[in-house]
């Protein structure tokens, strides 16, 4: 099962949005609604901010928002906080009954 | 408070055995699907195993099959992962999570044990 595909970095300034792609096939992402993503600040333990696609954690703000088309999954962050500045990365169960995660993109906020 | 304690990482040989423990508290352990994923130093997260809730169902990452062994033990609230004939490409933070109930997420993570494979 190959890496999910997503960039590796991404940037933009406080209060715009910012969009981050994750790529994968009709064996994973295609395939089901099972799409989530995390967020982790440099050495420490990841964070669910979406799962299922687009809904949220309770706690999770609401500037995070996620989508699919196909076999791409995107996270949408609106209103861009210094804090949001982290590495994120998308999963998907596939049709293995395995796990998939991407390879993870550093946002920086400028 | 849902919390997941990693512990059993360490230097180990090439070829040789470890086995990590979470011990999870704070919700009911014997209800959810639990996860390892790993982290190589520098590197993005990659999942490696996931248990059913009672035990009997099991999956494993392609690299790790037929020397890794997921297992829990309901009564003691406790998962582990049995590593063995470990290889280089192995070493990694090892983190345990549990399943988001009704969802195929991963809803709470530990804060990860460091295995080094190295002679």
């Known amino acids: 099962q190959s890496a999910l595909t997503q960039p590796a970095s991404v940037s933009g300034s406080p209060g715009q949005s910012i969009t981050i792609s994750c790529t994968g096939t009709?064996?994973?992402?295609?395939?089901?609604?099972?799409v989530s993503w995390y967020q982790q600040y440099t050495g420490k333990a990841p964070k669910l901010m979406i799962y299922?696609?687009?809904r949220r954690p309770s706690g999770v703000s609401n500037r995070f928002s996620g989508s699919k088309s196909g076999n791409t999954a995107s996270l949408t962050i609106s209103g861009l906080q210094a804090a949001d500045e982290a590495d994120y990365y998308c999963?998907?169960?596939?049709?293995?009954?395995?796990?998939?995660f991407g390879g993870g993109t550093k946002l920086t906020v400028l | 408070e849902v919390q997941l304690v990693e512990s059993g990482g360490g230097l180990v040989q090439p070829g040789g055995s470890l086995r990590l423990s979470c011990a999870a508290s704070?919700?009911?352990?014997?209800?959810?699907?639990m996860h390892w994923v790993r982290q190589a130093p520098g590197q993005g997260l990659v999942w490696v195993s996931r248990i059913s809730n009672d035990g009997n169902s099991t999956s494993y990452a392609g690299p790790v099959k037929g020397r890794f062994t997921i297992s829990r033990d309901n009564a003691k609230n406790t998962l582990y992962l049995q590593m063995n004939s470990l290889r280089a490409e192995d070493t990694a933070v090892y983190y345990c999570?549990?399943?988001?109930?009704?969802?195929?997420?991963?809803?709470?993570w530990g804060q990860g044990t460091l295995v080094t494979v190295s002679s």
């Open positions: 704070g919700f009911t352990f014997s209800s959810y699907w």
């Open positions: 999963s998907s169960y596939t049709s293995s009954t395995t796990w998939v």
């Open positions: 009709s064996s994973d992402i295609g395939g089901y609604n099972y």
């Open positions: 999570a549990r399943g988001a109930g009704g969802s195929y997420s991963l809803g709470y």
């Open positions: 299922d696609v687009s």
